[in-house]
C-alpha cells in the first residue's frame, strides 16, 4: 500500500478531530504529504471518520490524479494541495468546522492577536479569507494567499485552515486556534473587546514558542 505511514496517519488523526470536538458528522478533512515522492494522502468524501482506515485514504499525486484508493478523495482536494503547491514548509493540512472558528468565520472577523498562544501560527493573528464555493479552487486559491505563509486561516461563512511541519503540528494548532476563537468570542460575549499584544509582544512569544516566523508548535 502507497503511503501506508501518511494514510494511518489520517485516519488515526480524523478519529482525533471528532473527540477533540473540532469537527460534526463527516465535515472537514486532512491531508499527509510524503517528503520523499510529494504523494499526498488525503481523508475520502463522506465517511464517518469512526469509520476511515488507511486503506480508505487516498493517494494523489501533487497535480491531484488518484495514484492508489478505492474511495473518492474530499470534496476539499483543491484546498489541500494548493497548500503544498505553494508552501514547501507544508506537510500536513486540517480543515475543521470546529464552532468557535466556524463562528468568527461567519463574522467574517480575523481573530486577532489576544493570546500569546496565536504566535504559534507564525503570525500574529489569525486572518478570515474572503467568502468562495466550498470545493472550489477559487477558495483553495484565497485561503492559501490570505495565509500569507502562515499556519492558520478562516474561511469566511466555512471554517478554519491550519497547516503544519507534521499532522501532530497541524492539528495541535487547529485545537489552538480553536480555544483561543472560543476564548475571543466569550469576550465579545461579555460585550468588550478583549486587550490584544503588540507586535513586539508576539515576537518574543514567537521566539519562546520557537516558531521563529514558523508554524511549527512548541
Ligand atoms: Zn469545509
Redesign the pocket.
Same mark, same amino acid.
Given at each position: 500500500m502507497l503511503l501506508q505511514t501518511q494514510r494511518q496517519t489520517v485516519a488515526d488523526y480524523g478519529r482525533r478531530l471528532v473527540r477533540a470536538g473540532l469537527t460534526a458528522g463527516t =465535515? =472537514?478533512?486532512l491531508s499527509v504529504r510524503d517528503a520523499v515522492s510529494g504523494a499526498v494522502a488525503v481523508s475520502p468524501s463522506g465517511m464517518a471518520y469512526e469509520d476511515i482506515t488507511a486503506a480508505d485514504a487516498v493517494v494523489l499525486s501533487p497535480a491531484g490524479a488518484v495514484l492508489e484508493g478505492a474511495r473518492k478523495p474530499t470534496s476539499?482536494t483543491a484546498l489541500h494541495l494548493a497548500f503544498y503547491a505553494a508552501r514547501a514548509d507544508v506537510f500536513a493540512v486540517v $480543515?475543521t $468546522?470546529s464552532p468557535a472558528a466556524t463562528a468568527l468565520a461567519c463574522l467574517r472577523r480575523s481573530l486577532p492577536p489576544m493570546s500569546y498562544l496565536l504566535a504559534l501560527t507564525g503570525r500574529d493573528s489569525v486572518p478570515c479569507a474572503p467568502y468562495r464555493d466550498?470545493g472550489s479552487q477559487a477558495l483553495a486559491e484565497a485561503a492559501v494567499k490570505t495565509a500569507d505563509g502562515g499556519g492558520a486561516v478562516l474561511?469566511a461563512s $466555512?471554517?478554519l485552515v491550519c497547516v503544519g511541519a507534521d499532522m501532530a503540528a497541524a492539528f495541535a494548532l487547529a485545537e489552538q486556534v480553536e480555544f483561543c476563537a472560543d476564548v475571543y468570542l466569550r469576550c465579545l460575549a461579555a460585550g468588550r473587546e478583549p486587550a490584544l499584544l503588540t507586535a513586539e509582544e508576539m515576537a518574543r512569544a514567537r521566539e519562546r514558542l520557537g516558531t521563529y516566523g514558523q508554524n511549527r508548535g512548541a
Open positions: =465535515g =472537514g478533512n476539499e $480543515h $468546522h466550498f474561511l $466555512h471554517g
